[in-house]
């Protein structure tokens, strides 16, 4: 019957168009985690989207929460940041890099170039400050003092100036800069020859150069070359070569229990980290240490007094040893006390003290084995798995 048939189509497009119209979407943009980065007590993540996330510890509003909060469990979405491009988190505050090279930082005593220490409820751009492309790193190792690249290819420092470590540098005039790292009183940059130049204090030979003499310009580290990342805290270095082994120098933790808590050797030069190959990324803070190893495991070593060396207890340890429970990870960092992983799958895990939520799984819960952070993501956003 023609009629029928005919009848039938119209009203079946018709119904196709109306459900069409009002089909809500079955999927929606999802957020990747670009970088993640951990202060003394708490954690930072910059997200794709420009924005940028903080829990933990914010009796200084490192975290960018309400000046009424002293800790903040799960991410919280720092206002007054936007076009983010670089973080980095030092012991009691939190820097961004925008879009515009320009740095805005908040938290606790933080170094400026033109107005001393400053404390900041809410990120404040910096004065003084311009064509900043990146930004130096000082994982938990109560740094005075920070740093970035110029577009100009100067090692820009302020703050706290005893040593010479924030005297500024014009490294880039002849190397490419690829990294810059802090510690307590010392500078160190990563040049693209593969070759690493440190400046600023020299006790227990944290600059590398076979002496303890303090130094006002950079110093090639002796021995090390083929370095691909390098990362400072506190008193010590590490280097990951391309070769896959790592090397430290400085204050070097042995994860032996002593009294006063760990024994601690000084490095003059670099020397190799034992049971530790096939890294592809690593961080380091003043009392410990974590690397990504081959299968997307991690090994942490070092001090372990609150279990964040991942391995299921609060024993030190000499040597590198792996986290429990944790594969897949990309990326890792370190800090006070505290350590934590990017997933390949976009889920972030952390493991090791928790007074202040800076594990952000909603809990104040110290944990010696990792525990998965909550509501990372926003709530009309899902992760990007890779």
Known sequence: MPHLKIHSTFYLTILTVFLCAFTLPTSIKAEEVLQLELGGTHTCTLMD????????????????????????????????????????????????LTKEEKIKCWGWHYPTPLEGFHNGFTPLEMKGVQNIIRLGKGSGGLPEHFCGVTREGFVQCWGENE?????????????KITGVTFG??????????????????????????????????????KNLS?????????????ALL??????????VFTGIATPEGQEQIIKLMPALVKNLSG??????SWGHACA???NGRVKCWGDNSYGQLGDGTTQNKKHATFVKNLT???????????????????????????????????????????????????????????
């Open 292 to 294: 990504v190893v081959e």
């Open 279 to 284: 890294v592809k990324d690593l961080d380091v």
């Open 184 to 221: 307590t009183s010392h500078t160190c940059v990563l040049i693209d020859s593969g070759r690493v130049k440190c400046w600023g204090i020299g006790e227990e030979g944290v600059l590398g150069d076979g002496t303890t003499r303090n130094q006002t310009t950079p110093v090639f580290v």
């Open 49 to 96: 989207s420009g924005f940028v996330r903080c829990w933990g510890e914010n009796i200084y509003n490192q975290a960018g929460g309400d000046s009424r909060q002293r800790f903040i469990l799960l991410p919280n979405e720092v206002k007054g940041l936007e076009n983010i491009v670089e973080i980095s988190a030092a012991d009691n505050f939190s820097c961004a």
């Open 163 to 175: 040593y010479g470590q924030s005297d500024t540098q014009q490294i880039g005039k002849t190397h």
């Open 226 to 238: 083929g370095v691909k990342k390098l990362a400072s805290g506190g008193f010590q270095n590490c």
């Open 328 to 386: 897949g990870a990309k990326q890792v960092k370190v800090g006070g006390y505290q350590s934590c992983a990017l997933i390949k799958d976009g889920s972030l895990k952390c493991w090791g003290y928790n007074l202040y939520g800076q594990l952000g799984d909603g809990s104040r819960k110290s944990s010696s084995i990792p525990v998965q952070v909550k509501n990372l993501y926003s709530v009309d956003a899902e992760p990007t798995k890779k």
């Open 242 to 251: 391309k070769d896959k082994i790592v090397k430290c120098w400085g204050r």
